[in-house]
């Protein structure tokens, strides 16, 4: 009975250890504006660095920044979405880290968008239309 009870203790305690590892940062931003501006900056050693950021208007200017080490996860997406026939969008991703991963979005006039991904795997998508 008490081998029993000490190989649960120890499962319980792994379980735990698993938990804490995953936490990280997370941040979503929604903007509806004639201009919108957005700033987001994660750092973390060791976790994972999420971030949304979704803007609608008439200028769309969106800049995240995620610093981790060779063992975080960082994963961005924006999204911009003009409102008027000349809308302006612009967007900027850097990313430091062990697995980086970016997806930008953009509908409008003017469409500009740039990615900086440093890490042991990195992957990102632009996909970029005019209405």
Known sequence: MRINHL?????????????D??????????QFG??????TSQSTPTNNNTATTLQFGATNRATSLQLGSTSS???????????????TNTAMAGQVGGSNSS???QIGAINAAAT????????????????
């Open 7 to 19: 190989v649960a203790s120890v499962v319980l305690l792994s379980a735990s250890a698993i938990v």
């Open 21 to 30: 590892v995953q936490a990280g940062n997370s941040v979503s931003v929604l």
């Open 34 to 39: 004639a201009t919108n501006l957005s700033f």
């Open 73 to 87: 996860v960082n994963m961005l997406t924006i999204g911009q979405g003009g409102t008027i026939p000349t809308a």
């Open 103 to 105: 997806l930008i979005g």
């Open 116 to 131: 900086f991904q440093l890490g042991l795997l990195n992957g990102s998508a632009v996909l970029q239309s005019t209405p």
